[in-house]
């Protein structure tokens, strides 16, 4: 692991207007995730693990405070800049998979090495042996729909990791899942975590997953109540 | 480049996966598509003949004659032997021969005719009886109540229009005097026998269209070799403005004497009258745009609220706001593109199919139909024409990428962070 934060934030505020009532979804968040961290984030629902998830993702901008990923600032960027930074430096893994439908498990993985603009055989070989990895081999040619759904979010994970991003940000991954699946999935993104030095923050209910975190935040009414690490490493 | 290529790929294969939807909206834009080459090749079709049979009564599609003799229909402003000498010497010349299918001299003087009943005004054309029976074709056999049209040799001869004939009690072989003002200004008489009644149905014709030999007129009216109107009948419409630049080139424009005028020039009335049809025409095309717009608007649109969650996922992986409405918008022009071709080319092909040889709708009416002093043929025979099929597309073209537009735009306002919670 990494001294350098692959995450930073400062006094992060995130406020919603709900009918002219003010919602503080999340109050004053500071944070620092080192590169190669593997986080997770807990708390009841509407504690803001999914609004502080958004942000870091730059899918939602702060309202006030701010938030540097990789050393970048997001909150000065433009929304091209944004997208740029998600396309780059950001991977998602969704509690619904979201796989693009009309894109086969190959063409879904590469996506965002395609509009990185790598060379096919480049993009072949880096996702063959992540397919190898996370043992969804031979799947490629299926398009989502005639994948099960834990060979679904192993190819979203495949997504979210390959490129080598500096965050892989994830919303309740095994929510959707049985537990052997769950427990299959979560293993195979220790070992990333592991092997690959990727950084992994999770938002999550899961007892399962909790277990397997180094270092446990927790949320309560959008601030962080307890910021926990841990000697275990993130392995099954 | 290579990025739109994988928006292609998206776009492409969003319209197969949805296929029922992409269907449906192509159905609304092939049949619309479809409507309108019918509308067109038809609606031109119809116009052709239209003209054909309004300027064959009326002086051609290209009229030669003095500058002011349209307004002031009066003798001194009639074209000289010297003048009628050049018209036909440019229409020799000017390299329109080929696209021209009759050329007659006419004669023309508002006067009366009286019989011992009755005086009517009327419109007396001195013509040229060999030419004219082609060129107005008054005389045949569909028009013809009874007698004979004129005939070279003719003298004192009339061919009058049945309504004419009813009113001043004329039969066959009856004498009727015409009188009108002659080249000097004075009142001068001319005697002449019936020896034909037509029949056009257009009330204002019959009634009023007197035909005599030109020969006689001239010598009647004292203007020696002079006439009125060299009026010229094209192979086809569509030819007027390549003959009318051609021939005004070939007269010169010194030429202060001759005036060549387009018959939308000569007859204004015929002219505005395929006017007014052509807008309604294109009301009926705008109007049927608007409702193929909205189905494509509609149906594009929802696809794009039920994919709300997809597209906050093509935003979070990196895809920019402008990216995403390119996928929705090229959704729709792949569509488009289909559906126009597709129209196109089953509109041409039915439309050659069923009525190639005339779309006849006699059995709907009773009589003629007249419109603009212009009797029309009841069997309409469709013409098709590069320039409809450039249309078609570029309607369909411009009218699908007006109603992606909309749907597109509605892409980029998504928000991503609240699109993950989307449920469809």
């Given at each position: 692991m ?34 190669g961290e593997f986080v997770v ?92 990895r ?49 427990v299959a999935l979560l293993d195979m993104m220790a070992k990333l975590n592991r092997e690959l030095g990727t950084?992994f923050?999770f ?5 399962q997953l909790m277990e397997r975190a180094q270092r ?13 690490r841990r000697a275990a490493p993130a392995s099954p | ?424």
């Open positions: 990494s001294t350098q934060p692959a995450v930073r934030t400062e006094s992060v505020w995130k406020v919603f207007e709900h009918d002219g009532i003010a919602v503080e979804a999340v109050r004053g968040v500071s944070l620092e995730i080192l590169a984030m807990a708390g009841p629902s509407g504690s803001g693990k999914t609004t502080l998830l958004n942000v870091l993702g730059g899918l939602t901008r702060p309202t006030r405070g701010r938030v540097w990923i990789d050393g970048a600032d997001l909150t000065t960027m433009s929304e091209r800049g944004l997208a740029r930074l998600r396309l780059e430096r950001v991977g998602f893994v969704f509690q619904a998979y979201n796989l693009l439908p009309v894109l086969t498990a190959l063409e879904n993985a590469e996506f965002s090495l395609l509009l990185r603009g790598v060379s096919e055989d480049e993009r072949r070989r880096e996702v063959s042996q992540l397919f190898e996370i043992g969804i081999a031979g799947l490629e040619d299926r398009r989502p729909s005639k994948l099960s759904g834990g060979q679904q979010q192993r190819v979203a994970v495949a997504r979210a990791v390959v490129g080598a991003p500096a965050l892989v940000l994830a919303d309740e991954p095994t929510a959707n899942l049985d537990t052997a699946t769950s950084t923050v938002a999550t209910h899961d007892p446990l935040i927790r949320l309560v009414d959008g601030a962080v109540a307890l910021d926990e | 480049m290579k990025r739109y290529a994988i928006l292609l790929r998206l776009a492409r294969r969003n319209v197969v996966r949805h296929w029922r939807r992409s269907l449906l909206t192509g159905m609304a834009m092939m049949l619309g598509v479809v409507a309108l080459v019918m509308a067109r090749t038809i609606g031109d079709g119809a116009h052709e003949d239209w003209i054909d049979s309004g300027v064959r009564m009326s002086s051609g599609h290209v009229a030669v004659q003095h500058p002011e003799f349209r307004f002031s229909r009066k003798l001194e402003h009639r074209l000289t032997a010297p003048a009628r000498e050049r018209v036909f010497a440019a229409l020799e010349a000017s390299g329109v021969a080929s696209h021209v299918a009759q050329v007659a001299p006419r004669l023309e003087v508002m006067g009366l005719a009286n019989s011992p009943t009755a005086a009517v005004p009327v419109r007396i054309m001195g013509v040229a009886p060999d030419l004219e029976a082609a060129f107005s074709q008054l005389g045949v056999e569909q028009r013809l109540v009874e007698g004979r049209y004129l005939e070279p040799g003719d003298r004192l001869h009339a061919f009058v229009g049945q309504r004419l004939a009813q009113r001043l009690d004329l039969t066959l072989g009856s004498r009727l005097v015409l009188t009108a003002q002659d080249a000097a200004g004075d009142i001068a008489g001319q005697l002449v026998r019936v020896v034909g009644i037509y029949r056009t149905g257009v009330p204002e014709v019959d009634e009023s269209i007197v035909h005599i030999p030109l020969a006689t007129a001239q010598e009647w009216l004292a203007v020696g070799d002079d006439i009125t109107t060299v009026a010229v009948l094209l192979t086809s419409a569509w030819d007027v403005p390549r003959v009318l630049r051609r021939l005004r080139r070939g007269m010169g424009e010194a030429d202060v004497e001759v005036v060549v005028l387009s018959w939308r020039q000569a007859t204004p009335e015929l002219d505005a009258a395929i006017k007014l049809d052509d807008f309604w025409g294109y009301v009926f095309n705008v109007v049927l745009f608007i409702i193929v717009a909205l189905a494509i608007v509609n149906t594009i649109l929802m696809s794009v609220l039920y994919r709300t969650r997809e597209f906050g996922v093509l935003r979070a992986l990196g895809l920019t706001k402008r990216e995403t409405a390119t996928v929705v918008f090229t959704e729709g022009m792949i569509l488009t593109a289909v559906a126009g071709m597709v129209g196109v080319v089953l509109g041409f092909s039915v439309t050659w199919l069923l009525w190639r040889n005339g779309l006849d709708y006699s059995g709907a009416l009773e009589g003629e139909l007249t419109f603009s002093g212009v009797v029309l043929d009841t069997v309409v025979v469709p013409v098709f024409r590069r320039v409809q099929l450039i249309m078609s597309l570029g309607s369909i073209v411009v009218v699908g990428l007006l109603a992606s537009l909309y749907p597109a735009y509605r892409a980029t306002r998504i928000d991503v962070a609240e699109a993950m919670k989307f449920e469809a």
